[in-house]
């Protein structure tokens, strides 16, 4: 009964390099949430997505961040041509359903150099 | 002004003392989560609820939709409860409190 995985749970990129983090769902939980803890900062949402769908894309970046969580497969964060700002730990949740409560992974720890 | 205000931003206690952190929020919200951080750690979600009081051990919390108004109290503290918690209003999305910090001295 693994709980909402995620990897690598550490990350170090240079700046203009891609970074790639993926986040496995509970089991039987379709709706998946990605959130950045700023360094000093509290938690912000970032993108809400189903199934091969993103629901609600408002908490993110226009440049450089993008989200999918395929058919078959993890959820995958995508921050191309990382910058220093970007440092920041990347939680994401899972819930069964839309408004249920979210179960959340151990985050990765973003550092660029 | 933040749509989840939470206070104390910081909080020492004794040993075994009762705890009360408190939630405001201004948004219209189905339900409320109540979450644990350990530094450097993962986020643990201790509660949902979206009326009346829900307990777990030795944490209650409970939520007053009218006054949008929510607690998280811990009984007999101890300091392994040390850590942050995080209210977090749950609307179209989750909106996030800053978090009150906890320190539980033996």
């Known amino acids: 009964n693994a709980g909402v995985m995620q990897n690598p749970r550490h990350l170090v990129r240079r700046r203009g390099q891609e970074a790639r983090l993926r986040c496995s769902p509970m089991k039987g939980h379709s709706h998946v949430y990605w959130y950045r803890q700023l360094p000093e900062e509290g938690l912000k949402f970032m993108v809400y997505?189903?199934?091969?769908?993103?629901?609600?894309e408002s908490g993110m970046p226009k440049e450089r961040f993008s989200a999918e969580f395929p058919k078959e497969g993890p959820s995958i964060l995508r921050i191309q041509q990382v910058v220093r700002g970007d440092s920041a730990a990347y939680f994401c949740a899972s819930s069964p359903a839309i408004r249920n409560e979210q179960f959340f992974g151990p985050g990765t720890r973003l550092t660029v150099l | 002004k933040n749509e989840v205000e939470q206070s104390p931003q910081n909080l020492t206690a004794q040993e075994g003392e009762f705890i009360t952190i408190n939630c405001s929020y201004s948004?219209?919200?189905?339900?409320l989560h109540w979450l644990q951080q350990h530094p450097g750690g993962g986020i643990v979600s201790l509660f949902m609820?979206?009326?009346g009081k829900k307990k777990h051990g030795r944490l209650i919390a409970t939520i007053n939709i009218q006054e949008k108004h929510s607690s998280l109290h811990i009984t007999a503290s101890h300091p392994r409860d040390s850590a942050v918690y995080i209210c977090?209003?749950?609307?179209?999305?989750?909106?996030f409190g800053a978090g009150t910090i906890l320190r539980v001295k033996s």
């Open positions: 997505l189903q199934k091969e769908n993103i629901i609600d």
């Open positions: 948004v219209g919200i189905s339900a």
């Open positions: 977090a209003a749950y609307g179209n999305k989750l909106v």
């Open positions: 609820l979206s009326s």
